[in-house]
């Protein structure tokens, strides 16, 4: 562990190193696996499934109360809830989105199409932005707690989160509120806000599998992946998780429900390997010519909407999913096939030309062949 961390100390964003290095090894083999390091996060054991847990009476409970949680999957359990979600009146949602960047703004626009408030804070000033957008932004967290959100949307790089959701002054805010997550790792969140949240809180994680680039025409048919860690079966939170996710649903999103732990072994398999050969791509500089094909064509888009995105949160689907670096030795484990697949033909044909020696052609006495060309098999193949 403590030789780990010194790699990681030392090596800052791997692909540089990764790539400036000259050698003809397509990735580096000796990066350390940072994504062990997400496992020795506890997760709470699934205990039985208890009665909802009481909200808070007082304001932050004590960290040992808060490892009392047990994720309550939303509309399930035997005790009916207290009020039925179709019971509740459907009033507009507060939403407060915690990260205002890139990701933040976009997601904000659909909340907004569909009829709801958004309130924003972000460790930048995005208060011009917000101000011809029409939406209420906050110089800090605490202030935006204060305006107690219904849904509390955390849109944070995945590497500032634990921060970020740490430093959440969560007695300012109701004690049912939704704590809901957009990062592209889902294990890591899930795990931490269950160990964060104060017990009566809702946890969604989500992942909009797409952003501003994939997203700019409309979110129709593009997968938006969720898992319900924990809705109490209080019929205000379930209404205020249902409502939450017809945001998306409205916008035509195709809606997947799946683990935090399944959605990371897909997308470690999925977008790790996408964006990675869209970084790899970058380092080539690649440009168009006036004779693309559209193979190119797509090579070219991928590599622009690879590096559209934060260099953070490249990083951070490497670092937060556990299954990220096998995917790195897979690829390049493909990587030297194909390369030995090539070169491998080219020793065959070059041992036959040296071996066999077909039929001997008559030469002049420069070694040349009667046709002009050298007799050199080797010299032949250039
Ligand atoms: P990002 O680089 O992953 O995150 C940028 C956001 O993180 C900004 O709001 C930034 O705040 C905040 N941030 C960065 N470092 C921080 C720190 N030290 N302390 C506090 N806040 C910090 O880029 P992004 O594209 O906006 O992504 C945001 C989240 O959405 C990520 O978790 C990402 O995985 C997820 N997501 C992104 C996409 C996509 O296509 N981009 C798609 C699905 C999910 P300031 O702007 O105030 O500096």
Known sequence: MASSLRHFAGLGCFPAAAFSSGSTCFLRRDIPNFCAFVALRPIRPPAAATAPAKPPASPSPPMEEHRQAVPIPCHSGDSPPALSAAAVPKTPLRLGIVGFGNFGQFIAGGVQRQGHAVLAASRSDYSDYCARHDIRFFRSVDALCEEQPDVLLICSSILSTEGVVRAIPFHKLRPDTIV?????????????????LPPGFGIICTHPMFGPESGKHGWGKLPFVFDKVRVTEDGVQVAKCDQFLSIFEQEGCRMVEMSCTEHDRYAAGSQFITHTIGRVLSQLNLKSTPINTKGY????????????????????????????TEQLDNLEMAFEKVRQMLSGRLHDFIRKQIVERAAPVPTDPSGKLANGL?????????
């Open 374 to 382: 050298s007799s050199s098999p080797a010299a032949r193949l250039l």
């Open 180 to 196: 809901a997550d957009v990062l592209s790792v889902k294990e890591f969140p899930r795990n931490l806000l269950l160990e964060v």
């Open 297 to 324: 064509e797509t090579l070219l888009q991928l590599t622009k909407n690879t590096v559209s995105d934060s260099f953070d949160l490249y990083h951070g689907l490497f670092m937060y999913n556990i299954n990220a």
